[in-house]
């Protein structure tokens, strides 16, 4: 059996040719210092003997055989061991430097071009290839200013120069056309920085505001501009979204038009007899079957009619005189607008958008908030964004039913039931709280009673074993109705009046020092009461001249 012994390790690319050049008959560059190999010492003898014109003009003429074969950075290691052998010949001096520095030009190193020209200049001020070389570099770099400088300054002397004459010509054209370029990019610069200025006037005009993220731009590819084919430039173009929160999808019309109303929209892409979407299983989206929402900056819900356009829903967002700003939200350059199926998935909705507000007490009742509710939970958002003094009051406020009453006269009264435990806060509130919601239903007064439970009297066969709680009674129930429907008012005294008949009827006297606030309310204490317990009350204030 053969022995095996240990293989030397490859060596890699770099060693091999590291090992190469240092063989004496491929070296780059012979070593300035001594050596004990007696073919360097032979070679070095042969290179470096002579005067340092010699020796430079050597090192020159190998530097020139291997420019010519392209092998520059070669060339460049024997034009550098020329200059460094000092020789008192300038012009000789001067050619090693343009020669490294054609080199150099060639390797694209232009610093090390313009570092070598500016010593051949100094050496000589008429060095036409000095000159040249530095235009050439200057170009490459697109200092074209510059380069024209050297042009023309060697033209001067030598102006028949076709190489400095060409780089001339192109650096003037070249010059020329970064003039323009940059004079069409500071002009849109300008066009796009007023376009800017007209669009955030457009925006407050149409009581849009602006909302972009605070980590950086947004991948939304469209932005609101104006419209090019409008000859008075004055019509916006914005991009909408439309949701659809049943389906957690949505859609994007890139160019909304503002003065297109949504119904168009809303027919192209939901015509009725067109097949539904993939995600429509129940076949609901139609466009006659749909409604869409808007929700404003102060969390204002707008029902936009479909034949109303964009410009009409921007102007519907304004708040009212008086009122903190408010209007549309343009998050990231786009506009949101919801839109679902009519019916139940409408109500059903529009209970999720304001149900944080609607809170279902045990008396309360079980079904889904209906419109009377949702307008009263709606107008307390409102209140609660908008009006700065009822915000932080507002905040933990909420209602457990709302419901119309009639009222003698043809109008009508709200009723909103409070939470028995956020009475106390309600209280604190009410006077300013009734003004604003009476002010939202003009039409309608409004008044607060406390959401309470009433206990059957216990009988024999009665299996709760526990007391009922005087507060539980219908005497004290309806007393505490009372005391709620005038609040903040004072009862000063109660009569009670039976017919012949046996019919009774209530009459409740009030602090006359509400007279003057209250006493148009008056015909709504009593039908809300004869509503909420169907007993017969007046309210009354005592004459003047009674104390």
Not at 162 to 184: F, Y
Not at 249 to 263: C, G, L, P, Q
Not at 371 to 389: F, H, R, W, Y
Request: with cysteine; net charge positive.
């Amino acid at each position: 059996m053969a022995a095996v012994f240990p293989q030397p390790a490859e060596s890699s690319f770099e060693e091999k040719m590291a090992a190469l050049e240092s063989t004496p008959l491929f070296m780059k560059s012979l070593p300035s210092e001594e050596s004990n190999d007696p073919v360097i010492q032979a070679l070095q003898s042969l290179a470096f003997d002579g005067t340092p014109d010699e020796i430079a003009q050597n090192f020159k003429e190998q530097g020139n055989d291997y420019f010519k074969g392209k092998r520059y950075r070669e060339a460049i290691s024997f034009y550098t061991q020329g200059i460094d052998a000092k020789p008192s010949d300038i012009a000789l001096h001067e050619a090693l430097l343009c020669n490294r520095a054609a080199c150099n030009l060639e390797l694209k190193n232009y610093g090390s071009v313009l570092r070598d020209c500016s010593k051949v200049l100094t050496l000589n001020t008429k060095s036409s290839k000095a000159y040249y070389r530095s235009a050439t570099a200057l170009f490459a770099l697109e200092h074209y200013e510059e380069s024209l400088d050297c042009c023309e300054r060697c033209l001067e002397y030598d102006p028949e120069n076709k190489g400095v004459r060409s780089v001339r010509d192109r650096s003037a054209k070249a010059k020329a056309e970064k003039l323009r370029k940059e004079s069409e990019k500071q002009e849109r610069i300008h066009n796009k920085q007023r376009e800017k200025k007209l669009l955030q006037v457009a925006f407050k005009e149409r009581n849009l505001f602006a909302v972009y993220n605070p980590k950086g731009s947004s991948e939304n590819p469209y932005e609101p501009h104006f419209d090019p084919e409008d000859p008075e430039g004055t019509t916006l173009i914005i991009p909408v979204f439309f949701l659809y929160p049943q389906h957690a999808t949505s859609d994007v019309i890139a160019h909304f038009v503002e003065d297109t109303t949504f119904s168009t929209h809303i027919f192209q892409m939901f015509p009725p007899q067109a097949p539904s979407p993939s995600w429509d299983k129940a076949g609901q989206y139609i466009s006659n079957n749909l409604v869409v929402y808007a929700i404003t900056r102060r969390k204002r819900l707008l029902k936009v009619g479909k034949k109303m356009s964009l410009r009409d829903v921007c102007n519907a967002a304004k708040a009212k005189e008086g009122d903190p700003d408010d209007g549309l939200e343009l998050k990231d350059g786009c506009l949101t607008f919801v839109v679902v199926p009519k019916g139940e998935v409408e109500q059903n909705w529009l209970a999720m958008s304001v149900n944080h507000k609607i809170l279902r007490t045990a008396n309360a009742p079980t079904t889904s908030p209906d419109e009377t509710e949702v307008s009263v939970a709606q107008a307390l958002i409102d209140l609660e964004n908008n009006v700065p003094e009822l915000k932080t009051e507002l905040r933990a406020l909420q209602i457990s039913a709302a419901r119309e009453v009639d009222v003698r006269g043809g109008k009508k009264a709200i009723v909103v039931f409070v939470p028995i435990p956020q009475l106390k806060a309600f209280h604190k509130v009410q006077q300013r709280l009734t003004r604003e919601l009476e002010k939202k239903f003009s039409d309608r007064h409004v008044v607060f009673v406390a959401q309470r439970r009433m206990l059957s009297k216990p009988t024999r066969n009665s299996r709760v074993k526990q007391k009922r709680p005087r507060s539980r009674t219908l005497t004290d129930v309806h007393e505490k109705i009372l005391e709620d429907l005038v609040f903040p008012t004072e009862i000063v005294g109660k009569r009670t009046r039976v017919s012949a008949d046996g019919s009774k009827l209530l009459k409740v006297i009030l602090d006359p020092k509400d007279a003057t606030s209250l006493e148009y309310k008056l015909d709504s204490f009593s039908s809300v009461y004869r509503r909420l317990t169907g007993k017969d009350v007046t309210f009354e204030f005592p004459p003047a001249n009674q104390e």
